[in-house]
């Protein structure tokens, strides 16, 4: 139940948990961990926005 609520989440802002302002429920008993999942999700998500340009580069190189 906890990582389906990161299923379809834009990824143009910040995943929060509730007690942060956002929209995901922390695990009963394990804010900090919780935090930790969505802050980890935001640095994947920022390392991907910063990789992407390279990325579809690389794979149109590969395609031609």
């Known amino acids: 139940a906890f990582a389906q ?3 379809g989440k834009a990824l143009d802002r910040q995943v929060r948990i509730t007690n942060d302002g956002g929209d995901i429920s922390a ?3 394990a804010t ?4 930790a999942v969505t802050d980890a ?3 994947a998500i920022a390392k991907y ?3 992407k340009p390279q990325v ?3 794979m ?5």
Request: aromatic content about 4%; overall charge positive; hydrophobic content about 40%.
């Open 60 to 64: 149109q190189r590969a395609v031609k």
């Open 49 to 51: 926005e910063t990789l």
């Open 27 to 29: 695990l009963s008993g």
């Open 56 to 58: 579809i580069e690389n």
């Open 32 to 35: 900090i961990t919780s935090r």
């Open 41 to 43: 999700t935001n640095a």
């Open 5 to 7: 609520q990161f299923a």
